[in-house]
């Protein structure tokens, strides 16, 4: 059973209730919006922008429970990369909070510019159309403001506590691989590339989400916005499963299929940034006009993400070739050690390098264990 230390209790509980308070706010804020946007009949660039708007709060309410997920696998395994990467996660979080402000303001400002004022709420009067926007302004600013406030303070106070956590991880990670300097350096690599595997999912996960209301705002046509929505759906899913398959199993030919495709993947997103970043001359044909600094964010961000994830994962395939194994050796009980496994094998069944490393490896991990014992 899983025993947390009290610094460990304190971050979880922390995480999940921010996980709980501010999505509470944020749904204020889209209740907020949607009465906004209902007081006009908007066209379809309009309706776009109003779709585009409610998936970033979705997105930014999934960035939280995904904190909580960070969170509980991190202290489950006792993982300081993985505690790091929360505190980077939720900075990012915070810009992206910011980021969200200056989107509710372009909708309110721009996505009902040309729409019909048709108010459907008695409080606003039919010759004045700025009514609505002054009065939900007033109710939804200062719960924003809030919503940024509370992520900057648990920003800082999360940089904190992980650092304290990753220090305590620290210590017992060193106590299980610090005997092989060789394999604590795989092992740190491996936690590394986990912890990256798992932002990229989300980022890229998001950012397909991005692409739903691609025909009402222009992006491409119906056929081609579709294609693009099922192809980065589809093969960022199937990407990212080949990944971490050949990470937990350490399957390296499996891993240098990743590394080619993530490789491959880079020329779609560097296209998709440059695209999104092209401004034509006449601002009313600009698609990306609302959009821009979202889809600027999560292009880059990806791009950081898997120029990194592709690093680590020729570090970590180097390692698995010169046949320094970790998870595969460490990372099973003798419980789970049945017939099949390694170490009962006949000698002179035939064994692919693979195997013989991993034989090896156990071992030599056996061996010292027996070491400690008699000391």
């Known amino acids: 059973m899983l025993k947390l230390s009290t610094k460990g209790t304190i971050t979880f509980i922390s995480i999940l209730a921010q996980a709980i308070v501010v999505p509470i706010l944020e749904a204020f804020v889209v209740y907020y919006h949607v009465s906004f946007v209902n007081q006009f009949t908007l066209d379809s660039v309009g309706i776009g922008i109003s779709e585009a708007d409610l998936i970033y709060h979705a997105i930014f309410i999934l960035s939280l429970f995904f904190q909580v997920f960070l969170a509980a696998d991190a202290l489950w395994r006792r993982n300081t990369v993985q505690v790091i990467g929360l505190g980077v996660f939720n900075f990012l979080s915070l810009a992206y909070a910011g980021i969200q402000l200056y989107q509710h303001q372009i909708l309110e400002d721009q996505g009902t510019a040309t729409a019909i004022y048709a ?93 739903i209301p691609s025909k009402n705002m222009g992006y491409a046509t119906e056929i081609l916005s579709l294609i693009e929505v099922v192809l980065v759906f589809v093969f960022g899913t199937a990407m990212l499963v080949m ?6 199993k350490e399957m390296k030919y499996v891993l240098l299929s990743v590394i080619n495709i ?36 999560f ?49 002179s069944s035939a064994r692919s390098k693979r195997q013989s490393a991993i034989h090896q490896q156990r071992l030599r991990a056996q061996e010292r264990e027996s070491r400690i014992i008699l000391d």
Not at 140 to 168: D, G, Q, T
Not at 179 to 207: C, E, H, P, W
Not at 307 to 336: A, D, H, P, W
């Open 262 to 297: 993530y490789t491959l993947s880079l020329i779609y997103w560097i296209w998709r940034l440059i695209a999104v970043n092209i401004i034509p001359n006449n601002q009313s044909s600009d698609p990306y006009l609302f959009t821009r600094r979202f889809l600027t964010f």
């Open 119 to 211: 108010p459907k709420d008695p409080r606003f009067p039919f010759n004045n159309k700025d009514a609505p926007k002054i009065y939900y302004e007033g109710k939804m600013r200062p719960i924003e403001h809030s919503i940024i406030a509370i992520m900057a303070c648990f920003s800082v106070y999360l940089a904190i506590i992980s650092y304290l956590l990753s220090k305590e991880f620290g210590w017992e990670n060193y106590k299980t691989y610090s005997a092989d300097i060789k394999v604590r350096d795989a092992y740190m690599n491996l936690t590394i590339l986990q912890t990256l595997i798992k932002l990229d999912t989300f980022f890229i996960g998001s950012y397909a989400l991005q692409l």
């Open 243 to 248: 990944a971490w398959f050949s990470v937990v």
């Open 299 to 347: 292009l880059t961000t990806i791009i950081a993400l898997v120029i990194i994830t592709i690093i680590y994962s020729i570090i970590c395939f180097r390692n698995m070739k010169r046949g320094t194994y970790v998870l595969t050796v460490f990372g099973q009980s003798e419980k789970k050690i049945d017939s099949n496994n390694l170490d009962y094998l006949d000698p």
